[in-house]
């Protein structure tokens, strides 16, 4: 059954993530639901779509490397070659599928924005790019560089801050050599340097 906005009942949506997490990881994620809605109330977006995408972003991180590719073939999921070395990187995949099939969810700004919150992609739109940085920059993160800095350009230019987070993020997988780099990351930044560039 298609779910249409204003039948979005969040605290309902709230109960049925914490079913499927850790604790841990459903404090983490009522965080970034919270910054959601404060960068959608400072950029005047819609606040229950932000919260909603926010709620869902890491919805299907519950399961391990192994399960998320077995999910992914049993629902007819895409994976690509470096989501099948790097498995993790399927929870995003994944959540916008439940999000869709188990709770209705159709709007694709905010399928997308689940699909695209760790790797981000080119041009992203005003949802992904709200999701993508509370995801960086909720409370509860452990301090990294720059994480003061990009929590306060968040609210004063959100396609800096996109851009300083995927700078970051390059950062730490080229310093990390057991870790793999999604093509879509590099392009993402790729994007939004030239957006910066564009702008100086």
């Given at each position: 059954?298609?779910?249409?906005?204003?039948?979005?009942?969040?605290?309902?949506?709230?109960?049925?993530?914490?079913?499927?997490?850790?604790?841990?990881?459903?404090?983490?994620?009522?965080?970034?639901?919270?910054?959601?809605?404060?960068?959608?109330?400072?950029?005047?977006y819609d606040i229950k779509k932000a919260e909603?995408?926010?709620?869902?972003?890491?919805?299907?991180?519950?399961?391990?490397?192994n399960m998320m590719i077995l999910k992914c073939?049993?629902?007819?999921?895409?994976?690509?070659?470096?989501?099948?070395?790097?498995?993790?990187?399927?929870?995003?995949?994944?959540?916008?599928?439940?999000?869709?099939?188990?709770?209705?969810?159709?709007?694709?700004?905010?399928?997308?924005?689940?699909?695209?919150?760790?790797?981000?992609?080119?041009?992203?739109?005003?949802?992904?790019?709200?999701?993508?940085?509370?995801?960086?920059?909720?409370?509860?993160?452990?301090?990294?560089?720059?994480?003061?800095?990009?929590?306060?350009?968040?609210?004063?230019?959100?396609?800096?801050?996109?851009?300083?987070?995927?700078?970051?993020?390059?950062?730490?997988?080229?310093?990390?050599?057991?870790?793999?780099?999604?093509?879509?990351?590099?392009?993402?930044?790729?994007?939004?340097?030239?957006?910066?560039?564009?702008?100086?």
């Amino acid at each position: 059954m298609k779910v249409t906005e204003m039948d979005y009942n969040i605290m309902e949506f709230q109960d049925k993530v914490k079913e499927n997490m850790t604790a841990k990881r459903y404090f983490h994620t009522l965080g970034v639901q919270y910054i959601c809605a404060a960068l959608a109330m400072n950029y005047q977006y819609d606040i229950k779509k932000a919260e909603i995408a926010g709620l869902f972003h890491d919805y299907a991180k519950c399961y391990d490397d192994n399960m998320m590719i077995l999910k992914c073939k049993e629902f007819h999921i895409d994976i690509t070659e470096i989501e099948s070395k790097s498995p993790y990187l399927l929870h995003t995949k994944l959540g916008a599928y439940y999000a869709r099939e188990r709770f209705g969810i159709q709007d694709r700004e905010i399928l997308d924005a689940i699909t695209y919150h760790t790797t981000g992609r080119p041009n992203m739109s005003m949802l992904e790019k709200i999701v993508f940085t509370a995801d960086y920059i909720e409370p509860s993160r452990r301090m990294i560089p720059k994480l003061d800095e990009i929590r306060k350009v968040s609210f004063q230019n959100i396609d800096l801050a996109v851009y300083m987070i995927l700078e970051n993020t390059l950062n730490y997988l080229k310093k990390n050599k057991d870790k793999l780099i999604d093509p879509m990351t590099e392009n993402a930044y790729e994007y939004y340097k030239k957006l910066q560039d564009s702008e100086y």
